[in-house]
């Protein structure tokens, strides 16, 4: 089903009956990486998961978007839809917004799962800056000698040759990525009041199991269980068990 907001196009799914369940899927992703989830959930709940704008077969933005962007259309979502309040599940980039909607609007929000969620900076080491910096001094040497016309094609065939594997391919969200993920949401944590359960990937490379250990301890009530050899994709690849676990935490919706 398409819901329009703000001039945009908005793709999401709804099925079954009960307490209100919003899915928030990754970067790069869409409503359908979830859905074995969805499909698990509907069964007990009235579950929604929705296409990010730029992701999926939502309207992409207009210009670059950042993650309080992304939180403000989520709440025009929870209004077009009549969902005063429900619990969230979302991994990875969908935990940033998830974070600060939970923080601004604490009355909408039940109870909160983050999945291998993003939203805190890593450590800066050396190696990270020389990389940055290496990468800066190419674009500017490679754009220096091409020509103007050329510009666009030139850069990205770049992109892809020297970006990382989600810069190479955001494409014309490129912009909103690096917007993103430069933003460091630590300082919300501590004004987290909807109860809170972490899972992780002890393998996870994305965003390390040091963020979820971090969250559990600066997120007032907050959990944390780890999936011991699964990666980013935690849920999937421990589906059953994931089933299991937000089962026992939404019981006290029911």
């Given at each position: 089903?398409?819901?329009?907001?703000?001039?945009?196009?908005?793709?999401?799914?709804?099925?079954?009956?009960?307490?209100?369940?919003?899915?928030?899927?990754?970067?790069?992703?869409?409503?359908?990486?979830?859905?074995?989830?969805?499909?698990y959930l509907?069964?007990?709940?009235?579950?929604?998961?929705?296409?990010?704008?730029?992701?999926?077969?939502?309207?992409?933005?207009?210009?670059?978007?950042g993650?309080?962007d992304?939180?403000?259309?989520?709440?025009?979502?929870?209004?077009?839809?009549?969902?005063?309040?429900?619990?969230?599940?979302?991994?990875?980039?969908?935990?940033?917004?998830?974070?600060?909607?939970?923080?601004?609007?604490?009355?909408?929000?039940?109870?909160?799962v983050?999945?291998?969620?993003?939203?805190l900076?890593?450590?800066r080491?050396?190696?990270?800056?020389?990389?940055?910096?290496?990468?800066?001094?190419?674009?500017?040497?490679?754009?220096?000698?091409?020509?103007?016309?050329?510009?666009?094609?030139?850069?990205e065939?770049?992109?892809?040759?020297?970006?990382?594997?989600?810069?190479?391919?955001?494409?014309?969200?490129?912009?909103?990525?690096?917007?993103?993920?430069?933003?460091?949401?630590?300082?919300?944590?501590?004004?987290?009041k909807?109860?809170?359960?972490?899972?992780?990937?002890?393998?996870?490379?994305?965003?390390?199991?040091?963020?979820?250990?971090?969250?559990?301890?600066?997120?007032?009530?907050?959990?944390?269980?780890?999936?011991?050899?699964?990666?980013?994709?935690?849920?999937?690849?421990?589906?059953?068990?994931?089933?299991?676990?937000i089962s026992?935490?939404?019981?006290?919706?029911?």
């Amino acid at each position: 089903m398409l819901l329009k907001i703000d001039n945009m196009d908005i793709f999401y799914k709804t099925a079954g009956n009960g307490e209100k369940v919003v899915l928030l899927h990754g970067w790069g992703g869409c409503a359908d990486s979830f859905l074995p989830v969805f499909n698990y959930l509907s069964t007990k709940y009235n579950v929604y998961a929705l296409d990010f704008p730029g992701f999926g077969q939502s309207t992409r933005p207009d210009e670059p978007w950042g993650v309080s962007d992304y939180k403000d259309m989520l709440y025009k979502f929870f209004d077009c839809l009549n969902i005063d309040k429900a619990s969230i599940i979302s991994h990875s980039f969908g935990g940033r917004v998830s974070i600060m909607f939970a923080v601004e609007h604490p009355d909408r929000v039940e109870k909160m799962v983050l999945v291998d969620s993003a939203g805190l900076l890593p450590k800066r080491t050396f190696k990270y800056y020389f990389k940055i910096y290496k990468f800066k001094l190419m674009k500017k040497i490679f754009t220096a000698f091409t020509p103007k016309d050329k510009m666009n094609e030139r850069l990205e065939k770049f992109y892809n040759r020297y970006g990382s594997k989600d810069y190479k391919e955001s494409g014309k969200m490129r912009q909103t990525f690096v917007k993103v993920v430069n933003q460091d949401l630590r300082e919300y944590l501590p004004r987290i009041k909807a109860s809170t359960l972490l899972i992780w990937g002890d393998e996870d490379k994305a965003t390390p199991l040091e963020f979820g250990k971090i969250m559990e301890k600066e997120i007032p009530d907050a959990g944390l269980v780890v999936f011991k050899g699964a990666g980013h994709f935690s849920y999937l690849e421990r589906l059953n068990d994931f089933d299991i676990i937000i089962s026992k935490f939404f019981e006290g919706n029911e």
